[in-house]
């Protein structure tokens, strides 16, 4: 039980000795210097892994903005297409044989709006 008893006074000896002779215990404020420079560096990696992924971000979206801007409907009639629908319900018209003879029409331009009167159709 004794040399039980000293063995475990000795290992806690040793282990005494090794942390007083840390650098932790030696030189508390270089200890606290390292540790401030390591989060220093780290806090600057976080900042330019942050800036790096806002662009990344941000060229993503004007790319996303850029192709609904050229699949935009307004952008479409702007090339010179338009839309034509009833001017009654505002049924958009894909056929000539979806309107009758006599019937007003609306018809949507890049720059604009015609009423029309159809007088005659054409499939």
């Not at 780290?42 to 192709?67: F, H, P, Y």
């Not at 050229?70 to 479409?76: G, I, R």
């Not at 006599?102 to 018809?107: A, F, L, M, S």
Request: proline letters at 2%; zero cysteines.
């Amino acid at each position: 039980m004794q040399g039980a008893v000293r063995n475990a006074v000795r290992r806690r000896g040793l282990l005494l000795e090794a942390l007083a002779g840390s650098r932790a215990v030696t030189r508390p404020l270089d200890f606290v210097r390292d540790r401030q420079r390591a989060v220093d560096e780290l806090s600057d990696r976080l900042r330019r892994a942050i800036r790096q992924q806002v662009e990344r971000a941000r060229r993503r979206i004007e790319g996303i903005g850029g192709t609904m801007d050229a699949l935009s409907p307004l952008k479409v009639l702007s090339r010179g297409y338009s839309l034509t629908r009833r001017e009654a319900s505002g049924e958009m018209l894909r056929r000539a044989g979806d309107v009758a003879v006599g019937e007003r029409i609306e018809t949507r331009l890049g720059s604009g709006r015609l009423t029309s009167l159809v007088e005659a159709t054409e499939d």
